[in-house]
C-alpha cells in the first residue's frame, strides 16, 4: 500500500514557518497584506476566499476584502485593482477567478502588476519561471513541488508525466520541473485531450501528476508499480449520503491507485491545503521585499 503524502501536516509546518516569519517582517515595522477581492457570489470562490483569508488572519497577514457585484464594470473593477496596486500596504492582490464573462481575466490579471501578483498569474512572473529567474511561482504547481521536496523525491532524471497542460497548473509544472535546477531537471511529458493513449504514458511516469479535472479518470492498471502519485483535480461527484449531497473527489481512483503506488496524495487533505500556504508565503516575500526597500522620500 501506498504512504499517503499528507498535505494538511505538511502545511501545517510551513505555516509555523511563515508565522516566525511574518514576526520577524512586523518587527521590521512592515505588516504583510493581502488584498482579495471577490467578484458575485459563486458558492466555491466563496469558500475559497474565506479559506484564504482565514489562513491570512492564521499566520498574522492582514486581509484587505473587497466584495464586489457581479455586474460591476470591467473598468471599475480595475480601478479597484488599480487602488491596491497604489496601497504601500499591500504586498499581495488576488482577484479570485473566474470573473463574470463581461470582464477580461487576462486584463484583470495585467493589471495587478508584476510586483504584487502572489498568485503568479501575471505574465512577466510566468516568463521570469520559464527562464529560471522566478519571482512569484503559481501557487498550486508550487505546492507540488513542495510536496516533492518534502518526502524527499528529487525528480532529477525521473520521468514525469503530467495530465492537463492549464495555464494555472499543467504548464507552470511542466516549466519548473523541466528547469536545470536542484529540485527539478525531470524529464517531462504533459498530456492532454489530444494525447493519443494516454495509458502508455501514464504507466511510464516514475511521478504521475494529475490535473485534468476529470473524477477518478487515472485508474490504478494506469500507474507504474512504485510511482509517486500527486492528485491535483477536486471534483465534485454526487453523494446521497452527504448532508450537502456531494462529496470531492480528485482524478485518481484512490483505493485501486494505492494499491500500486509508493506514494500518493489524498483527496481532499493532498494538494489543497498546499496551494493556499504557497499564497501565504508568496506575500511574506512579497512583504520582506517591502521591508528591505529604502523607505520613500
Ligand atoms: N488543489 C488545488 O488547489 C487546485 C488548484 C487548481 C486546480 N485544481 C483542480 O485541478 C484540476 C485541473 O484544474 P485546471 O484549472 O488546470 O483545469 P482546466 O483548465 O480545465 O484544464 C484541464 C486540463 O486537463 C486536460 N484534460 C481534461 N480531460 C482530460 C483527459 N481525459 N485526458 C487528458 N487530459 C485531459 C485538458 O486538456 P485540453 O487542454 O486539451 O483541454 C486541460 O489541459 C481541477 O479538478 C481543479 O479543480 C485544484
Known amino acids: ?21 511574518v514576526e520577524t517582517v ?12 471577490l467578484v458575485g457570489d459563486n458558492p466555491a470562490s466563496h ?15 492582514r486581509s484587505f476584502d473587497r ?9 471599475d473593477l480595475l480601478a479597484e485593482v488599480a487602488a491596491f496596486r497604489a496601497n504601500p ?5 488576488l482577484v479570485q477567478l473566474p470573473l463574470p464573462h463581461h470582464i477580461s481575466e487576462e486584463r484583470i490579471t495585467d493589471a495587478i502588476g508584476s510586483e504584487k501578483d502572489v ?24 505546492g507540488v513541488m513542495k510536496l516533492l521536496e518534502t518526502i524527499g523525491i528529487d525528480p532529477a532524471g525521473k520521468e514525469v508525466v503530467i495530465v492537463g497542460r492549464s495555464n494555472i497548473v499543467g504548464k507552470p509544472l511542466a516549466s519548473m520541473l523541466v528547469q536545470k535546477a536542484r529540485g527539478a531537471n525531470a524529464t517531462v511529458t504533459v498530456c492532454h485531450t489530444a494525447t493519443e493513449r494516454l495509458e502508455y504514458h ?4 516514475d511521478i504521475l501528476i494529475a490535473a485534468a479535472g476529470k473524477a477518478g479518470c487515472i485508474s490504478g492498471d494506469m500507474i507504474k508499480p512504485q510511482a509517486v502519485v500527486i492528485d491535483v483535480g477536486v471534483n465534485r461527484v454526487e453523494d446521497a449520503s452527504r448532508k450537502s449531497g456531494y462529496r470531492l ?31 501565504l508565503s508568496n506575500t511574506v516575500d512579497s512583504a520582506e521585499s517591502r521591508a528591505s526597500r529604502p523607505a520613500d522620500g
Open 1 to 21: 500500500m501506498a504512504q499517503i503524502i499528507d498535505g494538511k501536516q505538511v502545511s501545517a509546518r510551513m505555516r509555523e514557518d511563515i508565522r516566525r516569519r
Open 26 to 37: 512586523r518587527d521590521r515595522g512592515v505588516i504583510p497584506g493581502l488584498a482579495v477581492v
Open 47 to 61: 469558500s475559497y476566499v474565506k479559506a484564504k483569508e482565514a489562513a491570512c488572519g492564521d499566520v498574522g497577514i
Open 67 to 75: 466584495r464586489l457585484p457581479s455586474d460591476i464594470t470591467e473598468a
Open 89 to 93: 500596504d499591500v504586498d499581495g492582490i
Open 119 to 142: 498568485d503568479g498569474f501575471h505574465p512577466e512572473n510566468l516568463g521570469r519561471m520559464l527562464l529560471g529567474r522566478p519571482r512569484f511561482l503559481p501557487c498550486t504547481p508550487f
Open 202 to 205: 501514464t504507466k511510464r511516469a
Open 249 to 279: 473527489v480528485g482524478d485518481v481512483d484512490f483505493s485501486s491507485a494505492e494499491r500500486v503506488a509508493s506514494w500518493i496524495t489524498p483527496v481532499p487533505g493532498g494538494v489543497g491545503p498546499m496551494t493556499i500556504t504557497m499564497l
